[in-house]
Each structure stands twice: as C-alpha cells, then as structure tokens.
C-alpha cells in the first residue's frame, strides 16, 4: 500500500484557519468566507504557489465536505414555506427563471460557446440558499416576509436544479426512460425509508433515548444523521446517480422527521454545521480552488470574455423574475432580492465538476462558470445589502392597473409584510 501524505491537506488545514481569522480582522470586508476560500486554493495551488495538489487525502475530505454541504443545504429548506403563498409566488418567479435559462442557454450556444443549451440553463437557474441564510439572519430579516420569500425562491433553485443535475447529467443510464425509472425508483425507495423512520421517531421512548444520549460520548443523534446521509449518498450511486442527490435528501429528510413539529435539540444542529463548517465543507472549498486552472482561462481570450457574460446571465435569469415580488413588498426590496437570487457558488461548482466529466462543458467553459459564480457570491449579496432601505418599511401599494388577483394575499401576509425589517 503507498504511502499517503498529509502534507497538501495540512496546507488546506491553514488555509481554513486563516479565512476566518482574516474576515475578522477586517469586518468590512464584504466577501463570504467560501468565496475566499476557493481563491485561497486558487492561490496555493498549482495555479499559482503549487503548496497543494489534489492528491487522494484532499480528494477524500473535499468529497466529504461536498457532501456535509449538501446535507445542510437539505436541512435548511422548510419544505413547509414552500406550501404558502409566499411558495406560490416564489414558484411563479422560478418558472420565470427557467424559461430565461433556457433562452440564455441557446443564445450562449448559437454564439459559439463550447457548452451544452439544456447544462447552461440549469447552471443559471440555481442559487446558492447557504450564501444567504447567514446574511439574512445577520440583517435579522430571516423570519421576515422578505426573507422568508428570498429563501423559497432560493430553496426551489436548489432542489430543482440539484434534480435535474443528477437526472439529466449524472445518471449512468444511457436513455431517457431508464434515468426517469432510476429516478422513480431511488426516491420511491428513500421515501419508503423516510416513512419507516418517521414512524420510529414519533416513539416516546427514541426521544427519550436520543436525549439522553445526545450529550453524552454515544452523540446518538449526531452519528445517525450523519450515517443516514451517507447511506442515501451509497443509495443514490447505486441507483446510477451522483452521491449528493442522495446527501441533498438526506438533508430534506431529517429536516422533516426530527426538526418539523417538535423542538429541536438545542445543539444538535450546532453540532453538524460545527463538523460540516469546522473543517470538511471549507476543505472541499478551498480544493475547489486547489484544481481551478486559472491558466487556461486566462490563455483563453474567448473563455475569459465568458465571465461577464455568464454573470450578466446570472442577474437576469435569477434577478428579473425577482421583481414579480414588487406588488408584495416594494421595487426597491424586490430588486434586493433579485441580486441574493442571483448569487450561486455550490451549485455552480458541482455541476462545473460533473458537466466537465459527462463532456456537457469545456473545461474553459467551466472554469468561467466558476469565475461567475465566484464573481456573483461576491458581488451581489452586497450589493443587496446595501439597496435594502433601513428602518421600518409598510407593504407595498400595488401597481395601478395590476391584475388584482396576483396582488391580493391573505390578510396574514399583508399584516407581516408591516414587519420588514
């Protein structure tokens, strides 16, 4: 058996410790801790210093860590808010967001670029829910209608294009019906698994189990859902698909059976972000960057000319839907919502990965993808922030000669929109 080194993943290590260290020191600095993670790797990686390369310890962690990272983005969707008005609205603008996707994906096509019309419309749909929950709750909006309604719509471009990456793209399967009967298959097999569990889990008796192990050294709690999320991840690779559809509903699931309902042990979500972020999740960041090949983007003048034009792509087809939430809540916040839509990383540079491996995108192609998206998490969540008004703020008055109908909301909602902020 060949010897392993440590010595890359120790560098990554310090590079993880110093992100935040450095975020702290300068608190204006208004650029996400992933974001600068992945520029890190880019900068001590072969691209660059070469301190680092994806030999197999940093391949294994990083793959870890992707999927620790989509587990807690499945954790952090209420599948419930989608249900509301706010759903149906958010829903509405999505569907928006699909049809831009699909009209950018063919003009990138028709204009030379090397990627499939189908890929580059999903990758264009998505949003990075991780990016903005942090900044809402920051700003103390994420209970608010605004908030509640930038997270459904974040939500929805989560799980749809997270499904159709791994329908489209990552299935082994070599035609249409036999990736839809895999599909049909894995999810009628995780929801009979989600059935039984949520059966167990309403026993008096596992709660009181779970409780008294969770803080001892058993962390009863803790090694189930993290065994849980590697099972569906096996489950969703048996089934000929990528392993974070099945990390992705591993998340949705103990969201539903062990925090919906009830009141959540205190630390047991502190406890899988303090795994997740403490170490895994940064590490697949910071390797991100690590097998980022600057050099042939920047060889490339055609490739690079694909970065703005890939981030003007993202603001429209994620941020023009977005005004459709104006009769709710103002033009001025709708357009603050618009730019948080607009914002992807992990989506981006997962489907870079796979669309890379299945031939779906040039490795150029994907690598100004990524640029994009670095580009986008970077940019507009500030931007965002600072459109906000400040103070409080009533609803908004619907626009004059706007279709009633669309405008009119329960007087629930209409109460809490007074609430903004």
């Known amino acids: 058996m060949p010897a392993l080194s440590f010595d890359g993943l120790l560098v990554i290590a310090l590079v993880a410790v110093a992100v935040p260290v450095l975020l702290a020191l300068v608190p204006r600095l208004p650029v996400p801790g992933a974001v600068l993670e992945v520029v890190a790797g880019i900068l001590v990686g072969p691209s660059v210093l070469g301190w680092v390369h994806l030999d197999a310890p940093v391949r294994v962690v990083s793959d870890l860590g992707l999927g620790m990272l989509l587990f807690l983005a499945g954790l952090e969707i209420d599948v419930g808010g989608l249900r509301g008005p706010l759903g149906r609205l958010a829903g509405r603008a999505f569907g928006i967001s699909v049809l831009l996707g699909l009209a950018c994906g063919y003009a990138f096509s028709l204009a030379g670029v090397h990627g499939k019309p189908v890929f580059l419309a999903v990758v264009l749909t998505s949003t990075s829910a991780g990016l903005l929950l942090p900044l809402l709750k920051d700003a103390g909006l994420h209970r608010a209608p605004f908030?509640?309604?930038?997270?459904?719509?974040?939500?929805?471009?989560?799980?749809?294009?997270?499904?159709?990456?791994?329908?489209?793209?990552?299935?082994?399967?070599?035609?249409?019906?036999?990736?839809?009967?895999?599909?049909?298959?894995?999810?009628?097999?995780?929801?009979?698994i989600g059935l039984a569990l949520g059966r167990v889990r309403n026993l008096a008796a596992l709660d009181r189990l779970l409780d008294r192990l969770e803080d001892h050294s058993a962390q009863l709690r803790l090694r189930a859902a993290l065994t849980l999320t590697l099972a569906f991840a096996v489950l969703a690779e048996r089934f000929g698909f990528a392993s974070i559809l099945g990390a992705f509903a591993a998340g949705l699931l103990v969201r539903t059976i062990d925090l919906t309902g009830r009141t959540p042990h205190p630390q047991f979500q502190v406890k899988l972000e303090g795994i997740g972020f403490g170490f895994l999740i940064p590490v697949f960041f910071i390797a991100t960057g690590v097998q980022f090949d600057v050099r042939a983007l920047v060889s490339n003048p055609a490739a690079l000319a694909e970065v703005p034009l890939f981030l003007l792509a993202l603001l429209v087809v994620r941020g023009v839907p977005a005004l459709a939430y104006g009769r709710l809540i103002g033009k001025r916040r709708a357009s603050s919502a618009g730019l948080m839509q607009a914002a992807t990383l992990t989506f981006v540079i997962v489907a870079s990965q796979i669309g890379t491996a299945s031939g779906q995108i040039s490795r150029t192609t994907g690598a100004a993808l990524l640029a994009a998206g670095l580009l986008s998490a970077a940019l507009f969540p500030a931007l965002a922030v600072k459109l906000l008004p400040a103070g409080p703020a009533g609803p908004a008055e619907p626009a004059q000669g706007a279709d009633q109908s669309a405008a009119r909301v329960p007087a629930l909602l209409g109460r809490r929109t007074r609430e903004f902020l």
């Not at 930038?150 to 799980?159: D, K, Q, R, S, T």
């Not at 990456?165 to 035609?175: D, E, V």
């Open 147 to 192: 908030g509640q309604l930038v997270l459904a719509g974040a939500a929805l471009a989560e799980v749809v294009p997270v499904m159709m990456l791994s329908l489209l793209f990552s299935a082994t399967s070599s035609t249409s019906a036999g990736r839809v009967s895999s599909l049909v298959a894995l999810l009628a097999v995780l929801a009979a």
